[in-house]
């Protein structure tokens, strides 16, 4: 079985910084991708960030210059540092990965819990 577990969210003003983690454990073959999505109330789950095993990255626009996705493959996990936040940041922020596990003997999809980051004054 795999696992994500989340940490690191929380309240914070408008301008300061936050710093994520998600750590995959379980039974696990390889990573491809890790990553992280966030929802808001009322909108869809849309990507923050992600980064693949050969190292590339992708991130919404919306955060591009602010955010920083990097990852630890040896601990398999994956750091969102979050600077110059803002309210519209907002959000439950979810990890998620593209793994093979070897208990299904396939590429599939995990999501961790989600962890609430509230920007505000």
């Known amino acids: 079985q795999v696992q994500l577990v989340e940490s690191g969210g929380g309240l914070v003003q408008p301008g300061g910084s936050l710093r994520l983690s998600c750590a995959a454990s379980?039974?696990?073959?390889?990573?491809?991708?890790m990553g992280w999505y966030r929802q808001a109330p009322g909108k869809q789950r849309e990507l923050v960030a992600d980064?693949?095993?050969?190292?590339?990255?992708n991130y919404a626009d919306s955060v591009k210059g602010r955010f920083t996705i990097s990852r630890d493959n040896a601990k398999n996990t994956v750091y969102l540092q979050m600077n110059s936040l803002k309210p519209e940041d907002t959000a439950v922020y979810y990890c998620?990965?593209?793994?093979?596990?070897?208990?299904?003997?396939?590429?599939?999809?995990?999501w961790g819990q989600g962890t609430q980051v509230t920007v505000s004054s």
């Open positions: 379980g039974s696990i073959f390889s990573i491809h991708t």
């Open positions: 980064t693949q095993s050969g190292g590339s990255t």
């Open positions: 998620y990965s593209s793994l093979f596990s070897r208990t299904h003997g396939a590429w599939s999809d995990f």
